[in-house]
């Protein structure tokens, strides 16, 4: 079992940075591969970012590649997501989820209740 919570989320202007983290329970983190979602009012959830256990590879969608980074520190049992370049619309709720295989079609076991992001314009 694997609980997750985020934090770092905030109201920010545009073309601004933020890094959420979510920080995981449970002595498996590092077994299991981390990504992060959003969502915003009227839209399905979307993939961000994801990162394998190891760390050593990384995804991401396009619409945030370049401007997003996944990383991870098992010691800590924690995942971060780094934004920048923000724009209006990246405002969404953003979740972090875990599970066994990393990539925008894995299925993840795991998720955290989601913390809000907000880009004024």
């Known amino acids: 079992q694997v609980q997750l919570v985020e934090s770092g989320g905030g109201l920010v202007q545009a073309g601004g940075s933020l890094r959420v983290s979510c920080a995981a329970s449970g002595r498996t983190f590092s077994s299991y591969a981390m990504a992060w979602f959003r969502q915003a009012p009227g839209t399905e959830r979307e993939f961000v970012a994801a990162?394998?256990?190891?760390?050593?590879?990384?995804y991401y969608a396009d619409s945030t590649k370049g401007r997003s980074t996944i990383s991870r520190d098992n010691a800590k049992n924690t995942v971060y997501l780094q934004m920048n370049s923000l724009k209006p619309e990246d405002t969404a709720v953003y979740y972090c989820a875990a599970g066994r295989i990393a990539g925008p079609a894995a299925g993840y076991d795991y998720w955290g209740q989601g913390t809000q992001v907000t880009v004024s314009s």
């Open positions: 990162i394998t256990w190891t760390g050593n590879f990384k």
